[in-house]
């Protein structure tokens, strides 16, 4: 086919195939799509001196609101701490401790009393306890009493210890501190008495 002298648009469209006006509009839509990607380049923006705007504008947002945004609070610490349990102020007590011990007899009538301390005989006993006071008795021994309180006057831990091995006894005033390991003897309203007792100054 010898093509005309001057090419039109009529000629055009009864002479070339679809196939070629399907790749000609390829061709445009291609470029197109490549103008409007190149345009959002910073490169491109700047050569223009307009400022380049956000790809994800929502991310951004997110971003920002984050930042903004008070951090969460933490959780509360549970405050309440068991009056024996040993801390900055407390004492150490082992378990049961005498207020435990006494809290028990308590629940019930006097004459039952006696027969729940016996549930608490030889139990091994560390705690940390008030002295109160000491008064000498037979064979070289001094009957000691401590609290589980300076001067708190509720209840008495009375042990029997040998002289000899504890001078700071006849020393030391009311409201020392020391460390008492043992065993537990007879427990009645008020007081606890231990045996093969340690004290620790």
């Known amino acids: 086919m010898t093509p005309p002298e001057k090419v039109t648009i009529p000629w055009l469209v009864q002479n070339v195939g679809v196939s070629v006006w399907v790749s000609f509009a390829s061709v445009i839509i291609a470029a197109f799509g490549l103008g409007v990607t190149a345009g959002q380049t910073t490169f ?17 947002s997110g971003s920002a609101e984050t930042k903004d945004s008070p951090p969460a609070a933490a959780p509360k610490k549970d405050s309440a701490t068991r009056t024996d349990e040993p801390n900055a102020t407390s004492p150490k007590m082992s378990e049961p401790t005498p207020r435990q011990i006494m809290a028990e007899l308590d629940k019930v009538p ?9 549930h608490y005989q030889d139990i091994k006993v560390d705690w940390e306890l008030v002295f109160s006071y000491a008064s000498p008795r037979d064979n070289g021994y001094v009957l000691v009493l401590l609290d589980t309180a300076e001067n708190s006057g509720i209840l008495g831990v009375r042990c029997a210890v040998k002289l000899s091995e504890y001078r700071e006894l006849g020393v030391i005033n009311r409201g020392k501190r020391m460390r008492v390991t043992g065993r537990i003897g007879r427990v009645e309203s008020g007081v606890i008495d231990l045996k093969d007792v340690h004290l620790s100054f």
């Open 44 to 60: 491109v923006k700047e050569l223009f001196n307009k400022k380049p705007e956000p790809l994800l504008q929502s991310q951004a």
């Open 110 to 118: 006097p004459l039952q009393q006696e027969d729940v301390g016996r």
